[in-house]
């Protein structure tokens, strides 16, 4: 079974540019997560897409924008890249969404995308 | 607020020994859920274990143990016979909330663990 997959996995940007990551779940997942890791902030959560709906959004600006098509697949985009938008942007794949409940689903990472911003 | 706590920035342990990375976590939700993860210098995040918060025995996997105190809210990770390719850092992370909240995870700073040889 094919594990969480994220492209590309090292990218250096320009500050002003704009860049986007895909991520494909695992195979019969249906909800996608973004998060963001730096050295200061450490892991920070972005959102969360589940058939095709954004169902949670972190506090991040709105530079930061995702979506999720019909098989699953995500990508998220980052507009007008800042300095410090420079950090690991990992993928977390899961068969559900968070239903309030003790749901014992659990969450796979992909290997992250390294976005370099200079 | 909920929150993780990881007070143990650094580790040594011997090969072949156990040792046990602390992370105590802070909700006032009754349903939750813990969870492990290890990350390597490459940067995976590699799920290793889920306790329930209701799941009353401790949870297993292989070599990794979690230790779950629920009236101390601590789940303290056990890593026994430790080995070279254990050396990466450790994430404590939980899952919390009522329903129609965001039930993302919430990490704590991590805790990095060498193995010597």
């Known amino acids: 079974k094919a594990g969480v997959t994220q492209t590309p996995r090292y990218l250096i940007k320009t500050r002003g540019q704009q860049v986007t990551l895909s991520c494909s779940p695992i195979s019969g997942h249906r909800s996608v997560s973004w998060y963001q890791q730096t050295p200061g902030q450490g892991l920070q959560f972005l959102f969360e897409y589940f058939s095709e709906t954004q169902r949670n959004k972190g506090n991040f600006p709105g530079r930061f924008s995702g979506r999720q098509f019909s098989n699953s697949r995500s990508e998220m985009n980052v507009s007008t890249l800042e300095l410090g938008d420079s950090a690991l942007y990992l993928c977390?794949?899961?068969?559900?969404?968070?239903?309030?409940?003790?749901?014992?689903?659990?969450?796979?990472f992909g290997e992250g995308s390294w976005l370099t911003v200079v | 607020a909920q929150k993780i706590t990881q007070t143990q920035p650094g580790m040594f342990v011997q090969e072949k020994e156990a040792v046990t990375l602390d992370c105590t976590y802070d909700t006032s939700d009754q349903s939750y859920g813990l969870f492990w993860y290890k990350q390597p210098s490459s940067g995976e995040m590699i799920f290793l274990i889920y306790q329930g918060s209701y799941d009353e025995q401790n949870a297993t996997e292989g070599r990794y143990s979690l230790n779950f105190q629920k009236a101390r809210k601590s789940a303290n990770l056990v890593i026994s016979a430790s080995q070279l390719g254990d050396s990466a850092m450790y994430f404590c992370?939980?899952?919390?909330?009522?329903?129609?909240?965001?039930?993302?995870?919430?990490f704590g700073k991590g805790t990095k663990l060498s193995v010597k040889p």
């Open positions: 992370a939980m899952r919390a909330g009522t329903r129609g909240s965001q039930g993302n995870l919430i």
């Open positions: 977390a794949s899961s068969s559900q969404t968070w239903t309030g409940m003790n749901s014992g689903n659990t969450i796979y």
